[in-house]
């Protein structure tokens, strides 16, 4: 593939991704006032978003045939947060005296942690031909935080409440 084109579709794969997931957010927030119809319309949308990110992926040969590359490619995405880029905002976000953002750097970078180590575990489970082991995962959805099989009595990264936490 041409490099231009390469760095359109990547561009497109972030825009299309990002508009995915904003509208996911516009949908839920649609739902909490009501509007059931409006949260639907950007439920419908924010799937075609995915769709148009799903291909532009597969063009990109982003996505393997062989799991544990897969696997390996969150792990090092979730690595890279953990390492550089979390410590990073956050510090950043210190150093401005933005405090919300402080916060939500540090959720997400405290659930990051925990991803990596999941997804190492689901790589060697992989490897040997395994499916990953956990019956149910749980995440907090105030903070990202992700525990298997059973919550805690309230989260560990941010005190929500173990009856918010939502079980997939």
Same mark, same amino acid.
């Given at each position: 593939m041409?490099? /231009?084109?390469?760095?359109?579709?990547?561009?497109?794969?972030?825009?299309?991704? /990002?508009?995915? /997931?904003?509208?996911?957010?516009?949908?839920?927030?649609?739902?909490?006032?009501?509007?059931? @119809?409006?949260?639907?319309?950007?439920?419908?949308?924010?799937?075609?978003?995915?769709?148009?990110?799903r291909n532009h992926f597969k063009v990109l040969r982003k996505l393997s045939e062989n799991m544990s590359d897969n696997?390996?490619?969150?792990?090092?995405?979730?690595?890279?947060?953990?390492?550089?880029?979390?410590?990073?905002? @956050?510090?950043?976000a210190g150093f401005q005296d933005e405090?919300?953002?402080?916060?939500s750097t540090h959720f997400a970078?405290?659930?990051?942690?925990?991803?990596?180590?999941?997804?190492?575990?689901?790589?060697e489970l992989v490897e040997k031909g395994e499916d990953y082991s956990a019956d149910k995962i749980y995440i907090c959805p105030v903070c990202g935080y992700t525990v298997e099989d059973d919550v805690p009595e309230s989260c560990p990264v941010c005190g929500a409440s173990k009856d918010i936490f939502v079980e997939f």
């Open positions: 041409k490099e /231009m084109t390469k760095q359109f579709l990547e561009a497109a794969f972030a825009g299309e991704s /990002m508009a995915h /997931m904003k509208y996911s957010i516009f949908a839920e927030e649609a739902e909490k006032k009501g509007l059931k @119809k409006l949260a639907k319309l950007f439920k419908a949308i924010a799937y075609a978003e995915f769709v148009h990110a696997v390996q490619t969150c792990i090092d995405g979730e690595t890279f947060e953990i390492e550089e880029m979390y410590p990073v905002y @956050k510090n950043a405090k919300e953002a402080v916060r970078l405290e659930a990051e942690k925990i991803h990596a180590e999941m997804y190492k575990k689901a790589k």
